[in-house]
């Protein structure tokens, strides 16, 4: 019986590595210090409110002001999401 050929493949040779890029970390060390004032600018605002019997911090906004505490207090969640 006739013998059969031997095929041969050709080794595998990865692709050449890519460099690994250099990520540059930012300097996030403003973001704690902006989040917490702005949730204690929000607090202190709804309180101040609350306190004063709507008369300040803006009289004007009435009940309004309720909405400003809480967009300071929500922009401070919204800085967080930058902490690493």
């Known amino acids: 019986m006739p013998k059969s050929r031997i095929r041969k493949k050709a080794d595998f040779t990865p692709p050449p590595a890519k460099q690994a890029t250099n990520i540059k970390l930012t300097n996030r060390s403003w973001v704690a210090p902006v989040m917490l004032a702005l949730f204690a600018i929000g ?3 709804i ?14 906004l009435r009940n309004w002001n309720i909405v400003v505490g809480f967009g300071f207090i929500a922009a401070g969640f919204g800085v967080s999401t930058q902490w690493k």
Do not use: N
């Not at 309180?47 to 009289?59: L, R």
């Open 43 to 45: 607090l202190v605002w």
């Open 47 to 60: 309180v101040v409110f609350y306190v004063t019997d709507g008369s300040m911090p803006i009289e004007s």
